[in-house]
């Protein structure tokens, strides 16, 4: 069973009208307008509240407050927003903590490329931070740009160079596996997010959070058939202009035997549900899928809030 699929909001007007006053008046104006637009959505937006209080509840072992879903709201916001100056001007605006650069390091020096597997944690985009700290190991990610056409229509305008090396998703698995070994072979880096699942995908619940949840197995799949290290990469956001990248090796490559690989999968799974797990619980508030995660009732979209800000990518 698929979580649920995203649509697209505001169209090109209300997406032009914040990258306008963002990148015309500033990071610091437009911040401030983040907060009349969060809470907007906080009021109007019943069902993804009630996705984040039962997720903030699994994670804060507390009672939790409207205060906490409204800044759960707007945390996501923040990193939303945040995509615009990573894509624009790259890192300058921002302090980019980095954990875990040796292990990231070790495996592109041995030539093999190097899958990263993240999450809808933070920013995603925080990746880009690399672009100087790597300029020479390229970097292409995994998106599905038929979702979002109006706002891929506008990233690529701000970062060209950055359009043109997505790999998009909606063209289907074997063009997908492809770009992904040709972009490896080159010795790059590729990047996904894997804890958020789509229609008609394999899924295999594991432990999250005290209770089994469904996390895709076609990135893991994927991970198989390149056969090539594997790392997981968190863009954390703390709050501010700052951000903490933290890489983990994974596997230096994965292999799943015909005979076992529904329990492979499934043990795979299970251990990247794990750390997410441990960095949910370290940065709560920092986890994006507004909507019933676990399935107990329905699928809801994402905070409406993003029609009116770019979405995080989704892999």
Same mark, same amino acid.
């Given at each position: 069973m698929s979580?649920?699929? /995203?649509? $697209? =909001? *505001?169209?090109? @007007?209300?997406i032009w009208l914040i990258r306008t006053i963002a990148l015309r008046l500033g990071r610091g104006v437009a911040r401030v307008l983040l907060y009349p637009i969060a809470f907007y959505f906080f009021l109007r937006r019943r069902d993804e509240r009630a996705a984040s209080r039962a997720y903030l509840a699994r994670v804060l072992h507390r009672p939790v407050t409207a205060y906490d879903v409204f800044r759960h709201i707007h945390m996501f916001a923040a990193t939303l927003l945040d995509r615009l100056f990573f894509l624009a001007r790259g890192e300058r605006d921002f302090v980019v903590e980095v954990e875990g650069l040796d292990a990231l390091d070790r495996c592109i020096d041995a030539g093999r490329g190097v899958l990263l597997v993240g999450s809808h /944690? *933070?920013?995603? $985009?925080a990746l880009r931070a %690399? *672009?100087?700290r790597r300029p020479d190991v390229p970097l292409r990610v995994v998106l599905d740009k038929q979702k979002t056409p109006a706002l891929t229509a506008v990233l690529e305008a701000l970062a060209p160079d950055v359009g043109a090396a997505v790999i998009d998703a909606s063209r289907g698995g074997a063009s997908v596996a492809l770009a992904m070994a040709e972009g490896a072979a080159q010795g790059g880096m590729v990047a996904?997010?894997?804890d958020r699942g789509h229609r008609n995908e394999t899924m295999c619940r594991v432990p999250f959070l005290g209770k089994p949840a469904p996390f895709p197995a =076609?990135?893991?799949?994927? !991970?198989?058939? %390149?056969? &090539?290290p594997v790392v997981l990469c968190m863009g954390i956001y703390l709050g501010g202009n700052r951000y903490?990248? &933290?890489?983990?090796? @994974?596997?230096? *490559?994965?292999? &799943?035997?015909? =005979? /076992?690989?529904? !329990?492979? %999968?499934?043990?795979l799974v299970a251990r990247y549900a794990a750390r997410v797990e441990?960095?949910?619980?370290?940065?709560?508030?920092?986890? @994006?899928n507004f909507y019933d995660f676990w399935q107990e009732t329905g699928p809801a979209d994402e905070p409406a809030a993003a029609a009116h800000l770019p979405r995080h990518s989704d892999a």
């Open positions: 979580h649920w699929q /995203q649509r $697209e =909001g *505001g169209g090109w @007007f209300a /944690q *933070g920013s995603f $985009e %690399l *672009g100087g996904l997010l894997a =076609g990135p893991w799949l994927l !991970a198989a058939a %390149l056969k &090539i903490r990248l &933290i890489f983990e090796a @994974f596997s230096d *490559g994965i292999d &799943i035997p015909r =005979g /076992q690989r529904a !329990a492979m %999968l499934e043990a441990h960095y949910a619980r370290l940065y709560p508030f920092n986890w @994006f």
